[in-house]
C-alpha cells in the first residue's frame, strides 16, 4: 500500500520517495501537485484524492485507480512510481505519485489547431494515431477498457507521443454475471460509462467509440 510521512511544510515522503511540492492545481475531490525529488532533482506530478469521511467507496475507488495504473509498464500509458493512502483523524487521503509532463494535453493541442482555423486529423498525424491505439491495445489485452477515453486524458509527451491517463474509471471487459442483483449492480454501472462529445477531432472520437464498445455496456452494433 505504501506510506507517507509529512516531514515539513512542503516535503513529504511516499514509498521512500521525499519530494518537495511548489505549485498545485486543484480539482473537484482532488489535487494535482508539481513537486521535485529531493534525491534526484527531477519533476513528478502528485495527485492528492480527498476521499470523504468514512466513506470506503471513496478508499476503492481511489486504491482502484493506483491498481490500474500498477498494471502497465507501456510508453503509451502513464505509469504509476508510487501511491499511499493516508488517515490524518477525520481527514482521508490518497496520493498517487506520477510521472511529469512538460507538454500539454491532447485537448489543448486541439483548441491551439482551433485558434489557428485547423484541425488535427488522423491523416496529419499517423503516429499520433498509432500511439492511442498502442495504448488502448496493451488496455484491451490485458481485459480491460478505459471507459473515459478523451482528448482531456491524453498526455503529449516528448516528441508528441501520446500518453493515456486517468485510468481511474476503467472495468474489466468481459464479467460474468452470476445473478439477478449482480446483472442490475452492473447495469448500473454502465450507465455510469462516459463517452466524449463536442466538437473533437473526428479520429479522436472514433477512438473514443473503439474503446466503448469493447465495455458490456457499450453499444451493440
Not at 42 to 50: A, G
Not at 184 to 196: D, I, V
Request: glycine share 8%; net charge positive; proline share 4%.
Amino acid at each position: 500500500m505504501g506510506t507517507l510521512c509529512v516531514c515539513s511544510r512542503g516535503t513529504v515522503i511516499i514509498d521512500n520517495k521525499l519530494t518537495s511540492s511548489s505549485r498545485n492545481w486543484g480539482r473537484v475531490g482532488s489535487a494535482m501537485w508539481l513537486v521535485e525529488g529531493l534525491h534526484d532533482r527531477h519533476f513528478y506530478s502528485l495527485k492528492q484524492i480527498l476521499c470523504q469521511e468514512q466513506v470506503q467507496q471513496d478508499w476503492e475507488e481511489a486504491q482502484w485507480e493506483a491498481d490500474m495504473h500498477r498494471l502497465f509498464h507501456h510508453p503509451n500509458i502513464l505509469c504509476l512510481l508510487a501511491y499511499c493512502l493516508r488517515e490524518c483523524g477525520a481527514k482521508h487521503e490518497a496520493w498517487v505519485l506520477l510521472p511529469f509532463f512538460k507538454r500539454v494535453m491532447l485537448w489543448n493541442e486541439i483548441e491551439r489547431l482551433k485558434d489557428k482555423g485547423n484541425f488535427l486529423t488522423g491523416g496529419s498525424n499517423p503516429w499520433l494515431l498509432l500511439g492511442i491505439c498502442r495504448g488502448l491495445e496493451a488496455i484491451h489485452t490485458k481485459g480491460y477498457a478505459h471507459r473515459d477515453l478523451k482528448p482531456t486524458n491524453i498526455l503529449l509527451g516528448d516528441e508528441r507521443k501520446p500518453v493515456l491517463m486517468d485510468l481511474g474509471s476503467m472495468n474489466q471487459i468481459c464479467i460474468q454475471v452470476e445473478d439477478f442483483r449482480q446483472a442490475l449492480t452492473l447495469q448500473s454501472l454502465g450507465r455510469s460509462g462516459k463517452l466524449p462529445g463536442g466538437n473533437t477531432s473526428q479520429f479522436v472520437f472514433l477512438l473514443c467509440q473503439l474503446d466503448y464498445k469493447s465495455t458490456p455496456s457499450g453499444p451493440k452494433k
